[in-house]
C-alpha cells in the first residue's frame, strides 16, 4: 500500500526523507530511557545526547550515499547556507524531553530548494506519531493506531474563541516591541497550553489548535515544520510578519488569525 502524500514533483525526496526517519527512529529509540545516556553541554548551554548525534551522523551518511551534490545543515555538525538544494536536519528536537524520559520530542528532515521548503518531516515515535508534507501534495499524518489522515487547520475566525499553545515564557519579551506580547496573548484567547516545541505547530496543522508561537528558533527547529503546517492550509511568519527562517521566530496559525496575532504581538 502506498503512502499518501508521496506523490508530485517531490515525490522521491519525500521518500527518501521518510526512509530516514524510519531509521533516525529506531536508532533514537535504542538510546530512549537508557540508563548512563551520555549527555554534554554545548558551547550555547544547551545539552546534547549520544543519541542526537548517532542519529545526524545517520543522516547525513545517507545524504551522503544518495543525495551527494546536496548540502546539508544539521543543529549537531553544522553545514552550508545558501542557495540550491539543502536538506536541514534536527535529529532530536526536544533533547531535554528525550533526556528526561518525557516522549515528546522528534526527528526533523526537510528539504529547501533555494529559498523554498519543499519536503518536511516530523517523526515522534515514543509518541506513536508522524506528520509529514511535501510541496503541492498536502500535509498528513499517521496516528497512534497506524491510520493515515490528510491534514487541515481549524476554520475559528476569532481570538476570543482560539485555542493557543506555546512552549514556555522564556525570550518572548527578549525586543521591546514584543514586551507584554505573551500576556497579551493569553488575555485574548479562549484556551492556553504549554505543549512545546514541534508538537505544538503539529496540532495547529491538525488543526487541533489554532495558533502556536515560539520567539527564538533556529533554521533546523523549523525547517520540517513549516511544509506541514501551509499544506495543511494554514500560515506561518516570525514576529515581524517575514520569513520565520529569517527572523528566527515562529508563528504558526490557521491564517484567519494571523494577522490579529501579529498584531498583538506589536502592540
Not at 554534554?40 to 548551554?45: E, G, M, S, V
Not at 529547501?112 to 506528520?131: E, F, H, I, T, Y
Request: hydrophobic letters at 45%; charged letters at 20%; proline letters at 4%.
Amino acid at each position: 500500500m502506498e503512502t499518501p502524500g508521496i506523490t508530485g514533483e517531490f515525490a522521491h525526496e519525500l521518500g527518501l526523507a521518510m526512509a530516514m526517519a524510519d531509521a533516525a527512529d529506531a536508532l533514537s529509540m535504542q538510546y530512549y530511557r537508557r540508563e548512563g545516556l551520555l549527555v554534554t553541554t554545548k558551547p550555547d548551554a544547551t545539552p546534547v545526547t549520544e543519541a542526537d548525534q548517532a542519529v545526524e551522523r545517520a543522516i547525513r551518511s545517507t545524504l551522503a550515499e544518495q543525495r551527494p551534490g546536496d548540502n546539508i545543515i544539521g543543529e549537531e555538525f553544522g553545514g552550508e547556507t545558501g542557495a540550491g538544494r539543502r536538506w536541514i536536519i534536527d535529529p532530536i528536537d526536544g533533547t531535554k524531553n528525550y533526556m528526561r524520559g518525557v516522549p515528546v520530542w522528534a526527528t526533523l528532515i526537510s528539504l529547501a530548494v533555494d529559498a523554498s521548503l519543499v519536503v518536511g518531516v516530523v517523526s515522534a515515535p515514543a509518541m506513536g506519531r508522524r506528520w509529514w508534507a511535501a510541496k503541492g501534495a498536502g500535509a498528513w499524518t499517521r496516528d497512534v493506531d497506524g491510520s493515515i489522515r490528510r491534514l487541515h487547520v481549524s476554520s475559528v475566525g476569532s481570538l476570543a474563541d482560539a485555542s493557543f499553545a506555546f512552549s514556555d515564557a522564556v525570550d518572548w519579551d527578549r525586543h521591546s516591541q514584543t514586551a507584554g506580547a505573551l500576556q497579551r496573548v493569553i488575555d485574548a484567547t479562549w484556551r492556553q497550553r504549554g505543549y512545546g516545541d514541534f508538537w505544538s505547530h503539529m496540532l495547529v496543522a491538525e488543526g487541533a489548535l489554532d495558533i502556536s508561537a515560539e520567539p527564538t528558533l533556529a533554521p533546523w527547529d523549523m525547517g520540517a515544520l513549516l511544509p506541514v503546517i501551509t499544506e495543511a492550509g494554514g500560515r506561518v511568519s516570525g514576529y515581524r510578519g517575514g520569513d520565520p527562517i529569517e527572523q528566527l521566530s515562529l508563528i504558526a496559525s490557521n491564517g484567519l488569525l494571523h494577522d490579529q496575532m501579529l498584531d498583538l504581538i506589536a502592540r
